[in-house]
């Protein structure tokens, strides 16, 4: 996959580029689990540092063109603060700077559109209880109300008010997001909250009748989950992932 694209590696701190290289990563396997929409969906992570620049896909590539040196830095008023070729999407810099801007937390932030997603957005009961992937997202979810293609500035206020301080937010009619420390934690949060989305639409189709999980044990996820990842959340995964791309296609890391 080579787009000419010069390489930066020497250009960056060594902190950077291993962000750059893991959401490089996390874009290949949105696009390896078939979760990518085109080129209308965006992950961003932010740069280590004092200053507030975070990392966003070029627009006009396909996730499986992503690699390290493409990916643009900006600041929060979308302005690139490194040289690139690449122009990135408004609505992608509405909604992540949107996030980045109120939370200091968010080391990477994920949105999609997937079937599943979108079609739970869609339900008035949004995501319910019935799985035990949906157990881990119930502990901290939010949902914000469609406003239209999230191109206009002035629906930030509002997703930032909606979201507070939740990891996982619902946009009606629209999509999912997430917001982790690092970008393994965020692929972890959305690749739970993407399954119990799927599994949801799947035990509905079924037209029996579903079985809620208690709140008491939804209220507990937090807790076991970090015992079943030894405290590690996303990391726990992400260096079996990282050898996963790394046999399918290691341009990633380029």
Request: net charge negative; aromatic share 8%; proline share 4%.
């Amino acid at each position: 996959m080579q787009l000419n694209v010069p390489g930066l590696e020497q250009k960056v701190s060594q902190e950077e580029w291993q962000v750059r290289t893991d959401l490089a990563a996390l874009y290949r396997l949105v696009a390896h689990f078939g979760w990518d929409d085109l080129v209308f969906t965006h992950i961003t992570a932010r740069v280590p540092g004092p200053e507030h620049h975070f990392l966003i896909n070029p627009y006009g590539l396909l996730y499986e063109e992503m690699c390290a040196s493409n990916m643009v830095k900006v600041d929060l008023d979308g302005n690139k603060v490194m040289d690139s070729t690449f122009d990135i999407n408004p609505a992608g810099y509405v909604v992540h700077s949107a996030v980045h801007e109120v939370r200091e937390d968010a080391g990477c932030v994920v949105h999609w559109h997937s079937r599943a997603g979108i079609a739970v957005s869609a339900q008035k009961t949004g995501l319910l209880p019935i799985s035990q992937q949906s157990t881990i997202p119930l502990t901290s979810i939010a949902y914000h109300d469609y406003e239209g293609i999230a191109v206009d500035k002035e629906e930030k206020a509002a997703l930032q008010q909606d979201l507070g301080d939740k990891a996982n937010l619902i946009l009606r009619n629209h999509g999912l997001l997430v917001v982790g420390e690092t970008v393994a934690d965020a692929f972890l949060l959305m690749y739970f909250l993407e399954t119990a989305c799927q599994v949801q639409v799947a035990a509905q189709g079924s037209g029996s009748e579903l079985i809620l999980i208690d709140q008491s044990i939804v209220d507990d996820s937090a807790r076991t989950l970090g015992t079943a990842t030894k405290g590690r959340l996303g990391g726990i995964a992400w260096p079996a992932l990282l050898r996963r791309m790394d046999r399918k296609d290691p341009s990633f890391r380029e």
